[in-house]
């Protein structure tokens, strides 16, 4: 057993502090615009985020991978069961139209966050069992399908788009990393594709997305709003930014400043430079994270970490693409940055699960 990867615990202790202290920015936003909202948004941050976090990526980093081979499929079964209790009236909490959040009393717990990590635990374990029959259809495309569809359905009924989308990311890195046949890949594509088409058409929030994609410039006053002021902001911080704290975008014309336009602060603060800083972490982040896959001991380590590094990594970028104008507007947060306690306190775990699994590496 060797040391924990260093370098790959630098960026994240290096994510989380810039994080914070970009977070500590945006927020003015919101103690401006909603005091009393502040406190609540502050203490949900720092104390289940940052604080519990950081203990559970302690805790996590003790724990041997292989416990959760073990008891994937339990663990899939209880996330399922936590993010199917939005949907109790009384208990969950409804915002922008979308039952995602739970209400804890003084805090509030997103438990998407649990059925992501429960998807790639599960799925990992499923295709490390059956091994060399991913190539038959009843033991590689068609559970992936019938999974893929659960989480879905629980999903896309929040609804909560961009995190079904991010699962499906993970889930289709570990199946072809895992050997999948490249027809079968190709057949997802077309399906997925598919799916997006029908959802545009009876989901009109979807539709409505996409349709600013293209064109942004059709609805500047409504659905286009965001994007147009998310380029005014980043386009505003020049080379190096205004300076820590000086965003003007964030108290008047960025909706959720703290939230999924929290790269668009970043970028006007601190500069294409800055920016760049930014995302070269990120990638620096997902290229250690892919070198711990490649050394892991075993074909459940190897999945389980490239399931974990593309689950963060993509909705990061996911949440980068969609604030530059490249990508359809997600609502997803930037981990690490955004506000979100829920997503911090599973990230910081999830990165002590692939610190754990770094001890075991082979040379």
């Given amino acids: 057993m060797r040391k924990i990867d260093r370098p790959f615990l630098i960026t994240v202790i290096i994510l989380v502090v810039a994080g914070f202290f970009i977070f500590t920015s945006a927020s003015l936003g919101l103690l401006a615009r909603d005091g009393a909202r502040f406190s609540s948004v502050a203490f949900n941050q720092f104390f289940l985020g940052i604080f ?26 209880v996330s399922i069961f936590t993010t199917l209790l939005v949907f109790i009236p009384g208990l969950a909490i409804e915002f922008g139209g979308a039952r995602r959040w739970i209400n804890f009393g003084i805090i509030t717990f997103q438990p998407a966050e649990m059925l992501k990590i429960g998807f790639v635990i599960f799925f990992a374990a499923w295709l490390t069992n059956v091994k060399d029959k991913i190539h038959t259809y009843g033991h590689g ?3 992936f399908i019938i999974l893929l569809g659960i989480t879905g359905g629980i ?23 895992a050997g999948a046949r490249w027809r079968d890949i190709f057949f997802l594509g077309i399906i997925s594709a598919t799916g997006v088409a029908i959802l545009a058409n009876f989901q009109p929030y979807i539709k409505t997305r996409i349709l600013t994609f293209i064109n942004p410039a059709s609805d500047t006053l409504g659905a286009g709003w965001q994007i ?14 205004r300076g820590f704290g000086q965003s003007v975008q ?29 995302i070269t972490l990120f990638l620096f982040l997902a290229f250690r994270g892919l070198k711990i896959a490649a050394k892991a001991p075993d074909s459940f380590g190897r999945l389980f970490t490239v399931g974990i590094v593309i689950l963060i990594i993509s909705q990061s970028f996911m949440n980068i ?3 530059l104008g490249v990508m359809p507007l997600t609502g997803l947060p930037l981990l690490f940055v955004s506000h979100g306690g829920s997503a911090l306190l599973f990230a910081l775990a999830e990165i002590g699960i692939i610190l754990n699994i770094s001890k075991f590496r082979k040379t």
């Fill in 52 to 77: 519990l976090g950081l203990l559970a990526m302690l805790a996590m980093t003790r724990i041997k991978y292989t416990f959760w081979r073990k008891y994937a499929f339990y663990i899939f079964l």
């Fill in 141 to 143: 495309i068609i559970p």
């Fill in 155 to 177: 999903l896309l009924s929040q609804p909560d788009t961009g995190t079904f989308i991010v699962i499906l990311a993970s889930g289709l890195a570990m199946f072809i990393v």
């Fill in 228 to 241: 147009k002021q998310s380029l005014i902001a980043i386009g505003s911080g020049e080379w190096f930014g």
């Fill in 250 to 278: 964030k108290f008047q014309y960025l909706p959720e400043p703290i939230g999924d336009s929290i790269f668009a602060v970043a970028a006007e603060e601190f500069g294409f430079i800055g920016s760049i800083l930014l």
């Fill in 321 to 323: 693409g969609s604030m």
